[in-house]
C-alpha cells in the first residue's frame, strides 16, 4: 500500500495527513473516510472526472480512501492531487514519493489549481521540520518559493502530476526560486526589508508637527496612542500613514503577514508595509476577538499581529469590546476556547484609537495626543500657532 503525504490546518497550525488507499473486489464503489469535511467528500466528483478526461480509466472496483490519522478533523480541497494519484497509480509497485508532500486542487479538464490555505499549510510543516520537498501548481509555487529550506516542484495538471511520479530524475520539475525585489537592511546579520514607494505620504497631513512628531515616537517604539481632536483636524489622516514608517520587517514577519492574509482570503502580496486594520465600532467582540460558535476563527486583532489596530471613534466602541483589550495589549497574545477548538493568537500589535473631544471643550484647529511611552504617558497639546508638550507620570 503506498502512502502519499499531505496536510490539513488546524486553525494555525498544519497536521501532516498519510493518504492511503485499498482496492478491492466488490461492486464498484469510491469511498473516502477519515472524518473529512464536504469539500473533501466532493473531491471525488473532482478526481473521477479528472482522470476520465485525461484518458485514464477508472478501476472497476471497491476504493477505499482514507486520510489518517482518522481521528483529526480534516478539511480543504487540496487533498484531490493526492487521491488522484492514489487511483491514478494504483498498478505501480516501484514508486518512492521520497517524503514529497503533494497539495492542490483538482479541476474537471485534470489541471491542478491553487488553494488559500497550501501557503498557510506548507509554512507551517517547514516551522516544524516536517516538510522539505513539496508538489504543488505554478501559482502556488511562486507563493511558496519565498520560503527558506523548502525544495518546490511543478507542475500544471494531473498528468504531469503523473509523470512526476513515475519519473526517477525529477529535477525538470523543480522550480527556480526568487528573490524580494525590495531594498534591504542589515542589521546583526539579520536582513531586513523596506518599501519606498508608499499609497499614502505625511505629507498630504498640511500642519499638525507636533502630532506627525507623536507619530513617529510611536511608531518608532512601538507604543500605543490616541488622538483626540476636532473633526477634520488630521486625526485618521496621521493614524492610516503611520504603517509606512513602522520599522521594516523580517523575512520571517513578511511571511507570517501572508499567512495571515491567506487566512483571511486575500491575495498574498509579501509586500514589508505592515498590516491595518480598522475595524467599524459597529463590529461584534466575536469578529474583532476571534471567535465562532464550534471552530476558533481569527479576529481583527490577530489579522493586525506584527502591523496596526485602529479604533476610530473610540467611545462609540461598546464598554466590553474595549475592556477585553486588556490581555492583547498586555500579554501579546489571546487564547480563544470553544468546546471543539482551543487556539492561542499572538498579537504584537500598536494600537491606535481617535476620538471627538467632549463637546463643551470643542475648539477649532486644537488636537490632543496621549502616548504610552514605557511607564509614562506623554500628553501632546497641538495648535496652529502655539506648540506645548507636557509629561506626566
Known amino acids: 500500500m503506498k502512502i502519499i503525504k499531505s496536510a490539513s490546518l488546524d486553525t494555525l497550525d498544519a497536521i501532516s495527513i498519510d493518504v492511503e488507499s485499498t482496492f478491492t473486489r466488490g461492486l464498484p464503489t469510491f ?55 492514489q487511483i491514478a497509480l494504483f498498478e505501480e509497485k516501484n514508486i518512492d514519493f521520497e517524503d514529497t508532500y503533494f497539495f492542490g486542487e483538482l479541476a474537471l479538464d485534470g489541471n491542478i489549481k491553487d488553494t488559500s490555505s497550501i501557503f498557510p499549510i506548507v509554512l507551517s510543516l517547514v516551522k516544524q521540520g516536517l516538510l522539505k520537498k513539496v508538489l504543488v501548481c505554478n501559482e502556488s509555487a511562486e507563493k511558496l518559493s519565498n520560503i527558506h529550506n523548502l525544495e518546490i516542484y511543478r507542475v500544471k495538471n494531473l498528468e504531469e502530476a503523473i509523470l512526476f511520479a513515475k519519473s526517477k530524475n525529477k529535477d525538470n520539475f523543480l522550480y527556480e526560486k526568487k528573490i524580494f525585489d525590495y531594498k534591504t537592511l542589515v542589521i546583526n546579520d539579520e536582513t531586513f526589508y523596506y518599501e519606498t514607494k508608499y499609497k499614502s505620504d505625511f505629507i498630504d497631513v498640511i500642519g499638525q508637527d507636533m502630532a506627525k512628531y507623536a507619530a513617529m515616537i510611536s511608531a518608532a517604539g512601538n507604543h500605543n496612542i490616541i488622538f483626540e481632536g476636532s473633526p477634520g483636524c488630521g486625526k485618521s489622516m496621521i493614524s492610516k500613514r503611520l504603517q509606512y514608517i513602522m520599522p521594516p520587517m523580517s523575512l520571517e514577519e513578511i511571511l507570517e503577514k501572508a499567512k495571515l492574509q491567506a487566512l483571511d482570503y486575500k491575495e498574498i502580496d509579501f509586500s514589508p508595509i505592515r498590516a491595518f486594520r480598522s475595524p467599524h465600532h459597529s463590529s461584534t ?73 467632549c463637546p463643551c471643550v470643542i475648539s477649532n484647529n486644537k488636537c490632543y495626543f496621549l502616548i504610552n511611552y514605557a511607564t509614562n504617558v506623554y500628553f501632546v497639546f497641538s495648535k496652529i500657532k502655539e506648540k506645548s508638550f507636557y509629561k506626566y507620570n
Open 31 to 85: 469511498t473516502i473516510v477519515g472524518m473529512i469535511s464536504t469539500s473533501i467528500s466532493e473531491s471525488k466528483d473532482r478526481v473521477k472526472s479528472a482522470l476520465l478526461t485525461n484518458g485514464f480509466k477508472f478501476p472497476p472496483l471497491k476504493i477505499t480512501v482514507n486520510l489518517s490519522p482518522s481521528e483529526i478533523n480534516k478539511k480543504g480541497t487540496h487533498f484531490d492531487l493526492a487521491i488522484a494519484l
Open 285 to 357: 467582540k466575536s469578529s474583532i476577538f476571534g471567535g465562532g460558535s464550534s471552530n476558533a476563527k481569527m479576529g481583527e486583532i490577530a489579522l493586525s499581529n506584527n502591523g496596526i489596530l485602529f479604533f476610530d471613534e473610540l467611545p462609540h466602541f461598546s464598554k466590553s469590546i474595549l475592556e477585553a483589550l486588556r490581555e492583547p495589549l498586555e500579554d501579546n497574545k489571546i487564547l480563544i476556547s470553544r468546546v471543539n477548538s482551543k487556539i492561542m493568537y499572538e498579537t504584537k500589535f500598536i494600537f491606535i484609537a481617535a476620538m471627538n473631544p
